[in-house]
T-cell receptor
Framework: ETGVTQTPRHLVMGMTNKKSLKCEQH?????MYWYKQSAKKPLELMFV???????ENNSVPSRFSPECPNSSHLFLHLHTLQPEDSALYLC????????????FGPGTRLTVT | RKEVEQDPGPFNVPEGATVAFNCTYS??????FFWYRQDCRKEPKLLMS???SGNEDGRFTAQLNRASQYISLLIRDSKLSDSATYLC?????????FGTGTQLKVEL
């Protein structure tokens, strides 16, 4: 299935590194999301973009910086992360106004050392 | 109180069994309701939307009780391939809130 793709699939980075996660959706949707999933915790919504505009920032630390250049692409720029930021980062997309069903990419498994 | 509460399980059931999962949510203004399935180390995948009238998709039946703020999922004739974590999801606009999931293990 290639509706929502994410790269890289795995990432190991040091606390002083800068890296970016990329998400692309091929579903013609106009809303995109970043979620964080840590072990034994529910998915946590981080950011929401509707028609390229950020409409939700769920009190995410500034070391996570999203970018949405168009309705099909979403980035998450990472810098000076902490070990507790290690998690699965999931991108999702949906069609605004259509029942809220969201479709997820395979995720990037991030380890901060 | 968690916004979406589920029994984490695991539910260990034999193949062919019927199993039911329940979920409660706290926000009475919630507008949309779903069950997602998540396999180990994979992304969540939409299983089905849930409506007040109830809906069925093959072996899966979902029910919503808005008055009690309660959602259920019934799986009949369980298959080994049904083994996964089932996530109860509640939405308002395009903001979804996920439960921690209920783990199901179907055994021979």
């Amino acid at each position: 299935e290639t509706g929502v793709t994410q790269t890289p699939r795995h990432l190991v980075m040091g606390m002083t590194n800068k890296k970016s996660l990329k998400c692309e959706q091929h579903l013609g949707h106009n809303a995109m999301y970043w979620y964080k999933q840590s072990a034994k915790k529910p998915l946590e919504l981080m950011f929401v973009y509707n028609f390229k505009e950020q409409t939700e920032n769920n009190s995410v630390p500034s070391r996570f910086s999203p970018e949405c250049p168009n309705s099909s692409h979403l980035f998450l720029h990472l810098h000076t992360l902490q070990p507790e930021d290690s998690a699965l980062y999931l991108c999702a997309s949906s069609q605004e106004g259509v029942g809220g069903e969201q479709y997820f990419g395979p995720g990037t498994r991030l380890t901060v050392t | 109180r968690k916004e979406v509460e589920q029994d984490p399980g695991p539910f260990n059931v034999p193949e062919g069994a019927t199993v039911a999962f329940n979920c409660t949510y706290s926000n009475s203004a919630s507008q949309s309701f779903f069950w997602y399935r998540q396999d180990c180390r994979k992304e969540p995948k939409l299983l089905m939307s849930v409506y007040s009238s109830g809906n069925e998709d093959g072996r899966f039946t979902a029910q919503l009780n808005r008055a009690s703020q309660y959602i259920s999922l019934l799986i009949r004739d369980s298959k080994l391939s049904d083994s996964a974590t089932y996530l109860c999801v509640v939405g308002r606009g395009n903001k979804l809130t996920f439960g921690t999931g209920t783990q199901l293990k179907v055994e021979l």
